[in-house]
């Protein structure tokens, strides 16, 4: 079962690019994330050594894929810096930094990050957290033009974290959102102008009238699937595309990966009635006009922040006895699809980590969804968690071998309602409760017990596992594969790794002081096969991890090239921080502490980390003088330089006070008293 590449249009080279470039996320338009070059090979990997590494002078997560032409490497990074290197020696030739915003921090749900940029002739283009498309001068990394893709201070709470994607004479964009409440649209621009050319809303009219975009003519469709009642109207029902979407040229289809539905509890959202379209689902548009061709839903009614957002790969393959033109997809839901790309077909899909939510396929492939993961306030244990079975790490497909590779996590949940809930304007809005009951203690336990991280092999045709790699926990990174047969990862043992394609077995691993999250890439220059990747942990699965208590001694992220030969040495990992200080005494009481753990949960600890561990600032590790700093850095925005925006909105002084008491409650349990 040997797959050929997508018909390549000669004239547009990011259908067809020269072996040695990388000029797209994805490589090319089948976003395989496969490269023909094959200087390192199975024989000769061990001797890859660092040709240079650049230091991006963050500790966030870096989840861009780099890309490279013309002997230039382009990368973005955290508030959306963007630098071109001499991809030969690793020489900075520009940087752009676009401003953005550090108040937009506060939106993004798994920190302010970048998944990448795209390339289009003479010009890079990046899509700021705050909602700017920007398209830079290659040469000299000053802007051409800049197009807002929401209005700044609208209605909801949108934010990019997402690559755009050059697609033939457009660019192609989605946002974020969808855990804090947005309705998701996907829209498309001229790539020489940055004019509007369409746009495609996710989720119907919450006013029930016309949008005047390409939208409209579905509205109907999808109208039909929410119920009359329900947040959805007031938190616009989600469905963002955050993260992978994908172009066929021949078809002049572009495919939409959405997003999870807001608020997530379908209870809360929409009276616990109807599939909610366009939630979790593969939606395939006419790249001329934006109009609706197909869909295909993976979970209807979906209320586990399960996204379909995940890398969607091209391959034509040989299924049933005839070559079948499909789109593969591992979302977080734990399954595997692949789907006929011309029509939506629905061709098979198969699970490659436990689950327990599906009960089979109708015939036309809608999934038969068990009654156990549909939670009240009775609480339900449903596999996989909110992490996903797979993330937005990037998948990577061979069509040497017919396999696809991704890092996959075996993970469970429990969900429950919260009674009486109410939506709060800009934090996470899921309806969700805690883990109140002492029947969920054991469903949280039962819940741990299923974690399993691995590289995945998937064979598409035969629906199966072909091989797998354990690995230590969660949060391994992007795929790459070459035609030499070697898979490329980064690992959570903090090491960036080769594994053969055909069996799984490693042949190389480099330290790599970090946990390097995004995927690899790899660029021919004067005869010489780089293989780059950014080194930054970080992201969901970072907050995952500290969430558990698990923090890994690193390095600040950078940026590394590897070449065989390659004798470059990185500096010994900085020394970690010391014991923490010691926290002055508490003088809260208990309903005080109460008071500001339930608001620690809502407001900071999407990035102070669950139950206040780890995190991007470890809060129960402040020093004296960020105690008495503590009001005015909440309330006043202080540090909004490092991305610690004003919360005055949403938190009021006694508020401030009263998460500052559950903190240094927690320094206090910390630190042994
Ligand atoms: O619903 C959304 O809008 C949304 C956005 C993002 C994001 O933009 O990073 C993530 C998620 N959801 C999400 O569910 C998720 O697991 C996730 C992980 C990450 C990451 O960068 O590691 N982002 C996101
Ligand atoms: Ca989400």
């Known amino acids: 079962p040997i797959a050929a590449a997508t018909p390549a249009r000669a004239a547009d080279p990011l259908a067809n690019p020269a072996p040695g470039d990388w000029p797209s996320d994805g490589r090319d338009y089948t976003a395989q994330r496969y490269s023909p070059l094959t200087q390192v090979n199975r024989q000769n990997v061990g001797q890859l050594g660092l040709a240079w590494y650049a230091d991006l002078d963050t500790y966030r997560g870096v989840e861009a894929t780099p890309l490279y032409a013309d002997g230039v490497l382009y990368n973005t990074l955290s508030w959306n810096i963007t630098t071109a290197y001499d991809a030969r020696t690793g020489a900075v030739m520009w940087t752009y930094d676009p401003q953005t915003p550090r108040e937009y921090g506060r939106l993004a749900c798994c920190e302010p990050v970048s998944r990448g940029l795209a390339m289009s002739g003479d010009k890079v283009i990046i899509a700021t957290l705050d909602g700017r498309l920007i398209a830079l001068d290659r040469r000299t990394g000053q802007p051409v033009w800049t197009t807002r893709t929401f209005e700044h201070g609208s209605r909801y709470a949108y934010s990019i974290t997402g690559a755009p994607r050059v697609f033939g004479d457009k660019v192609v964009v989605g946002q974020s959102g969808g855990d804090l409440g947005v309705r998701g649209f996907v829209s498309a621009y001229n790539v020489e102008t940055g004019a509007e050319e369409w746009k495609f809303y996710l989720t119907p009219n919450p006013e029930d009238r016309p949008d005047g975009v390409a939208s409209d003519g579905v509205?109907?469709?999808?109208?039909?699937?929410?119920?009359?009642?329900?947040?959805?109207?007031?938190?616009?029902?989600?469905?963002?595309?955050?993260?992978?979407?994908?172009?066929?040229?021949?078809?002049?289809?572009?495919?939409?990966?959405?997003?999870?539905?807001?608020?997530?509890?379908?209870?809360?959202?929409?009276?616990?009635?109807?599939?909610?379209?366009?939630?979790?689902?593969?939606?395939?548009?006419?790249?001329?006009t934006g109009?609706?061709?197909?869909?295909?839903?993976?979970?209807?009614?979906?209320?586990?922040?399960?996204?379909?957002?995940?890398?969607?790969?091209?391959?034509?393959?040989?299924?049933?006895?005839?070559?079948r033109q499909v789109l593969m997809q591992a979302p977080k839901n734990g399954f595997f699809y692949v789907l006929d790309r011309a029509t939506g077909e629905f061709i098979h899909a198969g699970a490659h980590v436990f689950q327990n939510?599906?009960?089979?396929?109708?015939?036309?492939?809608?999934?038969?969804?068990?009654?156990?993961?549909?939670?009240?306030?009775?609480?339900?244990?449903?596999?996989?968690?909110?992490?996903?079975?797979?993330?937005?790490?990037?998948?990577?497909?061979?069509?040497?071998?017919?396999?696809?590779y991704f890092p996959a996590y075996q993970s469970a949940f429990v969900y429950g309602l919260q009674r009486d809930w109410q939506p709060q304007p800009m934090r996470s809005n899921s309806g969700w409760a805690g883990f109140g009951n002492p029947h969920a203690a054991q469903l949280l336990a039962d819940a741990n017990e299923l974690e399993r991280a691995y590289l995945t092999a998937w064979d598409p045709v035969n629906n199966e596992i072909a091989w797998?790699?354990?690995?230590?926990?969660?949060?391994?990174?992007?795929?790459?594969?070459?035609?030499?047969?070697?898979?490329?990862?980064?690992?959570?043992?903090?090491?960036?790794?080769?594994?053969?394609?055909?069996?799984?077995?490693q042949l190389w691993e480099y330290p790599t002081q970090s946990a390097p999250v995004a995927g690899a890439i790899t660029y021919e220059l004067d005869g010489v096969q780089y293989i780059a990747i950014n080194a930054g942990w970080g992201g969901g699965a970072a907050q995952i991890e500290r969430g558990a208590g698990i923090e890994m001694p690193r390095a600040p992220a950078r940026l590394l090239v590897f070449r065989l030969g390659g004798t470059g040495q990185l500096p010994p990992l900085p020394p970690q921080a010391s014991a923490p200080p010691e926290p002055p005494p508490l003088r809260a009481s208990e309903a005080q502490v109460a008071r500001g753990r339930e608001l620690?949960?809502?407001?900071?600890?999407?990035?102070?980390?669950?139950?206040?561990?780890?995190?991007?600032?470890?809060?129960?590790?402040?020093?004296?003088?960020?105690?008495?700093?503590?009001?005015?850095?909440?309330?006043?925005?202080?540090?909004?330089?490092?991305?610690?925006?004003?919360?005055?909105?949403?938190?009021?002084?006694?508020?401030?006070?009263?998460?500052?008491?559950?903190?240094?409650?927690?320094?206090?349990?910390?630190?042994?008293?």
């Not at 609706?292 to 969607?312: A, F, I, K, L």
């Not at 620690?600 to 600890?605: E, H, M, P, R």
């Open 219 to 288: 509205n109907a469709m999808m109208r039909a699937t929410w119920s009359d009642e329900g947040l959805w109207r007031e938190l616009g029902g989600g469905a963002n595309p955050w993260d992978a979407i994908a172009y066929d040229p021949a078809l002049n289809l572009v495919y939409v990966g959405t997003g999870n539905a807001v608020p997530h509890a379908r209870f809360y959202r929409s009276n616990n009635q109807g599939d909610n379209l366009f939630v979790c689902s593969i939606v395939a548009l006419d790249a001329t």
């Open 291 to 323: 109009a609706y061709r197909w869909h295909y839903q993976m979970n209807p009614g979906e209320e586990w922040d399960w996204t379909c957002t995940q890398s969607m790969i091209q391959a034509d393959l040989q299924i049933g006895g005839r070559i």
């Open 357 to 404: 939510w599906n009960l089979g396929f109708e015939a036309d492939g809608r999934p038969i969804t068990a009654d156990i993961v549909r939670y009240g306030e009775d609480q339900r244990m449903v596999a996989p968690g909110p992490g996903g079975a797979h993330n937005w790490f990037p998948m990577a497909f061979s069509p040497r071998t017919g396999l696809a």
């Open 468 to 505: 797998q790699v354990p690995l230590p926990r969660h949060g391994n990174g992007g795929v790459m594969v070459t035609a030499s047969d070697l898979v490329f990862e980064g690992t959570t043992r903090q090491t960036f790794a080769a594994f053969n394609a055909r069996t799984g077995q």
């Open 600 to 673: 620690f949960g809502q407001a900071c600890a999407v990035c102070h980390g669950q139950n206040a561990i780890g995190g991007v600032k470890d809060l129960r590790h402040m020093t004296a003088e960020t105690h008495g700093l503590f009001n005015r850095i909440v309330r006043e925005g202080l540090y909004l330089d490092k991305g610690m925006a004003s919360f005055a909105d949403i938190v009021s002084e006694e508020d401030v006070n009263a998460i500052h008491a559950y903190l240094i409650a927690r320094a206090n349990e910390d630190w042994g008293r």
